[in-house]
Structure formats: structure tokens, C-alpha cells
């Protein structure tokens, strides 16, 4: 995907030195399923209105993230990906998503209503939904967002292994 402003994602296509022909062309001949990876909003995101987008965004230019606030969104990014092959969203850096924002930390109900929204959208489409780099809040969350069956709860490539422990739940298995 294209990356903005603080590494974030400014626009969640394939980029043409990964994917020289396209997602679709690559699943077509592919017929793999694809798990698409996906971080937290640059604040320099093209589908905020903030932006020229068509979509309500949450923007914070000094944190340099964004955040979407309806499920129109994310009906959209599902739809519109579900027709390159998506078959399971993982949602990664959610911690990064939840504390470089004030507006998640200030509002009792964005963080769960971002959550959600994802869900509802994903189920709509029928796409699956990997949270990554989650907090028990998120695992928490999950219980009534069915399109999540996979949580991964550690940060990349925990160094203290000894503080650290690494899980992996399938929710279905």
C-alpha cells in the first residue's frame, strides 16, 4: 500500500513495484485468497474529506494518523478490495491506531465504534477480520464483532522474550 505522512497508510492499494500488474491480475492467476495487511491512517489519507476524499476521517495532522468515523468507509475499502481477491483483513498496529490519537483516548466510544464499523462492513462482505498487535481490550472487543477469528497480541518482533509472551488465538478452532 502507498504510505503517507509518519508511515501511515495514505492509500490501501498495491503499489506497482509489489504488484506489477495489480492485485487482481495477481489473484486471477493465481485464485489464492489474499490476507491483506494494513496499519494505522496517515493523517495524509486520500479518502478523508480533510483530504479531498469522500469519507469522514478524524484527522490529526500533529500525531500524523487518522481515523475513520463511519461504516460508508470501510463498505467502500471491503467492496472495492473484495474484488482483488481480499479474503481476510488483518488489522494491524491497533495499539498505535488507539494511543497516537487523542480522540480515541478522549472518547469513551470511538475506539469501539472504529471497531465496529470495520466488523459490520467486513461481515457485509464477507471478509474475515485479523487484529494485530492488540491489547486485551481488543480481544475483548472481538466478542461482539464477528468477522474477527484471528488476534495476534504482541508487538513485532518482541525483544524481551522473558516479559514478553507471544499469542496467537484462532477463535474458531
Same mark, same amino acid.
Given at each position: 500500500y502507498v504510505k503517507g505522512v509518519g508511515d501511515g497508510v495514505k492509500e490501501w492499494v498495491a503499489t506497482p513495484e509489489a504488484f506489477p500488474?495489480?492485485?487482481?491480475?495477481?489473484?486471477?492467476? @493465481? #485464485?489464492?485468497?489474499?490476507? !491483506? #495487511?494494513?496499519?494505522?491512517? *496517515? *493523517? &495524509? @489519507?486520500?479518502?478523508?474529506?480533510?483530504?479531498g476524499g469522500k469519507f469522514d476521517f478524524i484527522? +490529526?495532522?500533529?500525531?500524523?494518523?487518522?481515523?475513520?468515523?463511519?461504516?460508508?468507509?470501510?463498505? %467502500?475499502?471491503?467492496?472495492? *478490495?473484495?474484488?482483488w481477491g481480499?479474503?481476510? %483483513? +488483518?488489522? &494491524?498496529?491497533? #495499539?498505535? +491506531?488507539?494511543? !497516537?490519537? &487523542?480522540?480515541?483516548?478522549? *472518547?469513551?466510544?470511538?475506539?469501539?465504534?472504529w471497531l465496529t464499523q470495520m466488523g459490520a462492513a467486513a461481515g457485509k462482505h464477507g471478509l474475515s477480520i485479523q487484529y494485530c498487535m492488540a491489547y486485551p481490550r481488543f480481544a475483548l472487543a472481538s466478542a461482539e464483532v464477528h468477522a474477527v477469528d484471528q488476534i495476534r497480541g504482541t508487538d513485532d518482533y518482541a525483544v524481551d522474550l522473558q516479559h514478553t509472551r507471544s499469542y496467537e488465538v484462532n477463535l474458531y478452532a
Open positions: 500488474h495489480g492485485l487482481a491480475a495477481f489473484t486471477n492467476y @493465481t #485464485h489464492w485468497p489474499v490476507v !491483506g #495487511h494494513n496499519r494505522f491512517w *496517515s *493523517s &495524509d @489519507t486520500v479518502y478523508a474529506r480533510q483530504n484527522v +490529526e495532522a500533529d500525531k500524523q494518523k487518522a481515523i475513520p468515523t463511519t461504516v460508508d468507509f470501510w463498505d %467502500y475499502l471491503f467492496r472495492s *478490495s473484495k474484488a481480499l479474503s481476510v %483483513y +488483518e488489522q &494491524d498496529w491497533l #495499539h498505535n +491506531e488507539w494511543e !497516537g490519537l &487523542d480522540a480515541t483516548l478522549q *472518547s469513551a466510544t470511538l475506539a469501539r465504534d
